[in-house]
């Protein structure tokens, strides 16, 4: 065998770049042997089914998509008209949000119809596949069985162009993002729409308290534009809406506390359940035994394991 010639490809390589490319090989060879283990094939197949799905259902919609997206977008042209966004008239289905939430979107609605859908899509699509992507890498099986039965309101969201998704990612984020960031996140998309509020608990402690902070400049700017305001709840109250599957969201909203914790419904576990009852049976029973005791020394340690709790919650302990 002829030895290797001065101007081999090998030659030509230096050495950082073969260790680099050692490492993309021995990465691409873990992900391979990955692809063996049953769970995470199963998972590969479900989504593999689920996305074909939905893209086949996206694409035979075409032009008749983005109902929802395509109100916000005329809201925000109508109210810069000197129109009301509530009432727009035409095509256009009305714009059903907070009044001061409208420059929100300017910056997006100032760009035409046909460059704005691709927009508002594509960025509902990325930010949902990294969101997943965060996920599977954790559980896989369980984030395809997840995005399985999600893929109703997925596909509703994808479709309509609906902000739903946008609010669950908000408060996904805010989850990894300091506590102003986090609680102002989470803020806005309660601002916007009333199932945010319910995931409130999924917050880190301190990112609760700015919430509330935030949450209350939010009712003030209602309160500065009350009138629009009642214009706008009357609409949400009373436009007509179809069955709201895209609500079925909110439990993508819980994903990232749920596979942070090993455990987190240990207590329903067949196996665990019988010795929670116990403990809580007993702690129940020494509550009342001390109550019973020293009534008034109950109560002030009632009302200091409460403040502790409270302060707790919001981070302030």
Do not use: C
């Not at 965060?134 to 893929?151: D, E, G, K, Q």
């Not at 359940?273 to 035994?289: G, I, Y």
């Amino acid at each position: 065998m002829n030895a290797p010639s001065e101007h081999s490809l090998v030659g030509h390589i230096d050495g950082p770049t073969r260790r680099r490319a050692g490492v993309y090989a021995r990465a691409i060879r873990r992900e391979t042997s990955r692809l063996r283990e049953p769970r995470r094939l199963l998972a590969l197949v479900l989504l593999g089914l689920t996305g074909g799905l939905m893209i086949a259902f996206l694409v035979a919609r075409g032009e008749a998509a983005g109902a929802d997206a395509r109100a916000y977008w005329a809201g925000v042209r109508v109210w810069l008209g000197g129109g009301d966004p509530f009432n727009p008239g035409g095509v256009f289905l009305p714009y059903v949000y907070a009044p001061w939430l409208l420059p929100l979107f300017l910056p997006w609605a100032i760009l035409p119809w046909s460059v704005a859908w691709v927009v508002w899509r594509g960025a509902n699509v990325l930010l949902f596949l990294w969101s997943a992507e965060w996920a599977y890498r954790r559980h896989p099986l369980a984030t395809a069985a997840a995005i399985v039965l999600l893929s109703p309101g997925l596909i509703t969201t994808f479709d309509t162009g609906n902000v739903t998704l946008l609010l669950t990612l908000a408060v996904w984020l805010a989850q990894f993002s300091g506590p102003r960031l986090g609680g102002a996140l989470w803020a806005l998309a309660a601002s916007m729409k009333w199932f945010p509020a319910v995931l409130f608990v999924f917050l880190p402690p301190r990112a609760r308290a700015w919430g509330l902070v935030v949450g209350a400049l939010a009712v003030l700017l209602a309160l500065a534009t009350w009138p629009d305001t009642l214009v706008q709840i009357d609409t949400a109250l009373n436009f007509p809406r179809p069955l709201r599957v895209d609500y079925l969201l909110i439990a993508w909203a819980a994903v990232p506390w749920l596979w942070r914790h090993a455990h987190p419904l240990w207590w329903a576990n067949r196996r665990e359940f019988p010795r929670a009852a116990h403990l809580a049976r007993r702690r129940v029973a020494e509550t009342w035994a001390r109550v019973r005791r020293d009534p008034e020394g109950a109560r002030l340690r009632a009302r200091r394991g409460i403040r502790m709790r409270v302060r707790s919650f919001f981070g302030l302990a």
